[in-house]
């Protein structure tokens, strides 16, 4: 039994230092092509990833890419794909701000404020995402393809919404549209860090939270327990009594919902305090995706998968600038990473089934036949 524990402990080790150690390899194999210096890019990247500039800009996108990933998760522990995160998250924060700039918000005590926010946000991500899975439940349609097709519908929404005549308004030279600015008392202030022009996200806490919640309800509560045993098997869970359909629609509210305040820590701590499709950051339910495969979907794996990410991102100016290295280059090796994962996952996974095989057999061999009695002498 202890031996069969350290294995597992040192496969469980050997999976992510794989995946490192490949994806450094290849890595330094597409710079050495490309023309670039791996050993320069690696002292830029660690010499960028020591200011804290960097790490102020890291800690701030990783509360936006752990809350998207965390909304994807929560699907894929009952192998559904909710793909549509982004349209959910760029819909409910272009909502939420909405609100919280209306007239009727900037009545209501800051703290209210704030929280009807988050909210409004969570609400909309949660019917968003809740027809797709209302769609699987009653007409039989692959969450994938309805939820990528309410992106597109999001987008056009959004796009409806945010004109002057509507919800929107029209500010600077450009006339850049967005939703009414936020007053004092309804955003969230950050904190100041030494060294840094940027505050650090005080949504950060939201982050958190949610990543605390997820953790719980996936080891502490029935809730959980049947999420993962209907992911592994659905005609197992049927036949222990589990409502499947319920369980679908449950599951896609909650990650419409997470999906939701996905766009909270920029539409709150960010310096515009309104929501602009222009100026609002985009693709952070995609990048959820690829973080929470590189995370295996455990809430500190993706925590971990969401600050390399984030990293990387944080560093590409610094990057460009000391080794020159395109902003290309950083984006591929986003992908090596997730590849890297991948394949080193499988190749542990496929190492650890032989070991037990083999030691399932060598457990059988030891085993003594059975001696036969003998006959009673006449």
């Known amino acids: 039994?202890?031996?069969?524990?350290?294995?597992?402990?040192?496969?469980?080790?050997?999976?992510?230092?794989?995946?490192?150690?490949?994806?450094?390899?290849?890595?330094?194999?597409?710079?050495?092509?490309?023309?670039?210096?791996?050993?320069?890019?690696?002292?830029?990247?660690?010499?960028?990833?020591k200011a804290p500039r960097t790490l102020v800009n890291t800690a701030n996108l990783m509360a936006g890419y752990y809350l998207s990933a965390v909304a994807v998760a929560i699907g894929f522990k009952m192998n559904l794909f909710n793909i549509g995160v982004e349209g959910q998250y760029k819909l409910a924060a272009m909502l939420a701000g909405a609100f919280a700039g209306s007239s009727l918000a900037s009545n209501l005590p800051g703290p209210l404020r704030i929280v009807l926010t988050i909210l409004v946000a969570a609400l909309v991500g949660a019917i968003w995402s809740g027809i797709a899975g209302l769609l699987k439940v009653t007409r039989g349609v692959s969450e994938v393809i309805s939820t990528i097709m309410l992106n597109a519908i999001a987008l056009s929404i959004i796009a409806y919404l945010i004109l002057p005549s509507n919800l929107g308004v029209e500010v600077g030279t450009q006339r850049v549209r967005q939703t009414r600015p936020i007053t004092e008392g309804g955003f969230l202030e950050g904190w100041t860090v030494a060294g840094s022009s940027s505050p650090l996200y005080s949504t950060l806490v939201l982050a958190l939270l949610v990543g605390v919640i997820y953790a719980i309800l996936l080891n502490r509560t029935v809730f959980g327990f049947t999420l993962k045993a209907t992911g592994l098997s659905e005609t197992a869970a049927v036949a222990s009594g589990v409502n499947v359909k319920r369980m679908t629609i449950t599951t896609m509210l909650m990650s419409g919902?997470?999906?939701?305040?996905?766009?909270?820590?920029?539409?709150?701590?960010?310096?515009?305090?309104?929501?602009?499709?222009?100026?609002?950051?985009?693709a952070i339910g995609f990048t959820g995706i690829a973080i929470a495969l590189l995370g295996r979907n455990h809430p500190i794996g993706i925590a971990l998968a969401a600050a390399l990410w984030s990293i990387l991102d944080a560093s590409s100016n610094q990057i460009q600038a000391i080794a020159k290295v395109p902003l290309e280059i950083v984006q591929i090796v986003q992908g090596i990473m997730v590849f890297s994962v991948v394949i080193a996952y499988e190749l542990v996974r496929r190492y650890r089934l032989v070991a037990e095989q083999r030691a399932v057999g060598s457990a059988l061999g030891n085993l003594k036949a059975p001696t036969t009695p003998a006959k009673a002498q006449s």
């Open 1 to 49: 039994m202890r031996k069969a524990n350290t294995r597992a402990i040192l496969l469980g080790i050997a999976a992510p230092l794989g995946a490192l150690v490949v994806a450094a390899v290849l890595t330094a194999i597409i710079l050495l092509l490309s023309g670039f210096n791996p050993l320069d890019t690696f002292r830029a990247f660690t010499d960028a990833v």
């Open 257 to 282: 919902a997470i999906a939701g305040i996905v766009g909270i820590p920029q539409l709150l701590n960010g310096s515009d305090h309104a929501f602009s499709a222009q100026n609002f950051p985009g």
